[in-house]
């Protein structure tokens, strides 16, 4: 289950949400947006960065990072980042906050002892979301976050109902959604049907089905291009996330011969041409 994708696809839609993990939010957090950030001339890609509007009085900028599986250089890279984007933007901003996600403690880096200033600083909140409690006693973005990390199979389709109904009865479908597309990963080897039917939903069309399954496809073929070709410009990652499903399965099968960019550049260049 990608669920990195689904939190940044949550902050997309909801960029307001992150503020509700903090202890002292900024006066314009309704206003903040969320972006990817690619530091140039690095290998290095923010996937959650929460940009000040340009008008906030104090401009802080909050780095979040949604961490799902073992990764002791998880806390290296993410202070690199941080700390290059803000070497590269010093005049924009004047404060840092930064939120790192794990489902529970024990997913995250071994050794602290070199990051200890920083994680101790009060400009780092560490959240283990299996200490949040019951999703049912959250707001409903909380409860998004939460229902990602409910293994349980009675336990999600109950949640996710919890979810739902709550979601009709302020009508954010956005939400429907991404319930509806948390439950699809969780459970991916069920039909559209099999998922109507557990979650008591009746869909004029299967939008957030067909969503997910191209965002999975296309993160699958982005990591092959990547351990293949190396890292992709920002102009080829474009074309690639206006390909269509049936697309995707194509170049899926050709970058199986790829031994050189421009093998995939000539291969975009002929999805263009027909």
């Known amino acids: ?59 802080i900028v909050f780095f979040a990072e949604v961490q ?49 200033a920083l994680l101790e600083s009060g400009q780092v909140r560490r959240v283990y979301l299996d200490e949040l409690g019951d999703l049912r006693q959250q707001p409903l973005g909380l409860g998004l976050m939460l229902l990602t990390n409910v293994t349980a199979e009675t336990e999600a389709v109950e949640g996710a109902r919890f979810l739902l109904e709550q979601a009709r009865q302020q009508s954010e479908q956005a939400i429907i959604d991404l319930v509806t597309t948390i439950i ?17 939903l009746n869909f004029e069309e299967p939008r957030a089905i067909r969503e997910a399954k191209e965002e999975e496809a296309r993160s699958l073929i982005l990591k092959q291009l990547n351990r293949r070709l ?37 291969w975009l260049q002929g999805q263009v041409r027909k």
């Open 1 to 59: 289950m990608r669920r990195d994708s689904i939190f940044y696809k949550l902050f997309k839609q909801f960029p307001g949400l992150l503020f509700e993990l903090v202890d002292q939010p900024p006066p314009q957090a309704a206003d903040y947006q969320f972006e990817s950030v690619e530091v140039k001339e690095t290998a290095f890609r923010i996937d959650g960065v929460f940009l000040p509007p340009a008008n906030a009085v104090s401009k």
């Open 68 to 116: 799902f599986q073992k990764d002791e250089d998880l806390y290296h890279r993410f202070f690199s980042e941080l700390f290059l984007f803000l070497y590269r933007h010093s005049i924009r901003y004047d404060d840092w906050f930064g939120v790192l996600i794990f489902p529970s403690r024990s997913l995250e880096p071994s050794n602290l002892t070199i990051h200890r």
């Open 184 to 200: 699809l990963y969780k459970f991916s080897n069920l039909s559209r049907e099999e998922i109507e039917a557990m979650l008591g």
């Open 230 to 266: 190396g890292a992709i410009s920002e102009q080829l990652l474009s074309q690639i996330q206006a390909l269509s499903v049936e697309q995707l399965e194509a170049l899926g099968e050709a970058l199986l011969d790829f031994s050189a960019m421009a093998d995939l550049e000539g």
